[in-house]
């Protein structure tokens, strides 16, 4: 069973000098991008294997036709301080029966995944009235998700079940943010 863990980024592996942090921020011209690195701990007693590819165009067989493959979802969610969630963009995982699209991942042993979402995806869409009015900060979990996905054709039409493998598993952690406190708005933790 895989737990996602928030942690600091590995020096030399910062998108940006400002923050020694799991979070980290950047503009750009959709929105703020919040950059994350989550560790996942395997703290089962057997070898687990899990998605390790970006894109789906790596895991798609090269002939149109019917095929299963492996989705892993890392959703990242704000929590405020009344104790409000907002889920976040989620990141996606791909992997398939080909061997270099799975992680092997030993009893004990962990991976580190660093990926990024957007803020302007809240589903509120104002995200200063889901902040905390005093502290102008929120807390950061986030939730792993293991998928067996079936791509068939039906009466013409292509289908994709998803079936649930695992139970889902919230990180073991969350991380104070706070927002607005940089120059030019970026998230930033202190």
Do not use: C
């Not at 000098?17 to 089962?44: D, F, H, P, Q, W």
């Not at 992997?95 to 990926?115: C, F, H, L, N, Y």
């Not at 905390?132 to 067996?148: F, G, M, P, T």
Request: hydrophobic share 30%; no cysteine.
């Amino acid at each position: 069973m895989l737990f996602p863990t928030n942690r600091p980024p590995r020096p030399g592996n910062r998108a940006s000098s400002r923050s020694r942090s799991a979070v980290e921020g950047m503009e750009n011209k959709a929105g703020v991008t919040l950059i994350y690195e989550v560790r996942l701990v395997n703290r089962s007693d057997r070898t687990v294997k899990i998605p390790w590819k970006a894109s789906p165009r790596d895991i798609e067989p090269s002939k149109p036709g019917p095929y299963e493959y492996k989705m892993a979802s890392l959703a990242p969610r704000f929590v405020n301080a009344s104790g409000q969630s907002e889920a976040l963009e989620p990141a996606l995982i791909y992997g398939s029966d080909a061997p270099s699209t799975m992680r092997e991942v030993g009893p004990g042993q962990s991976v580190t995944i660093r990926a990024k979402t957007r803020l302007n995806s809240l589903r509120s869409g104002d995200l200063a009235s889901f902040l905390s009015i005093k502290q102008n900060s929120v807390n950061l979990s986030v939730l792993w998700s293991l998928y067996q996905v079936s791509f068939t054709e039906q009466n013409g039409q292509y289908h994709e079940t998803f079936v649930l493998t695992e139970e889902e598993n919230p990180s073991t952690n969350t991380m104070p943010i706070h927002l607005g406190s940089q120059a030019g708005g970026s998230p930033s933790t202190r």
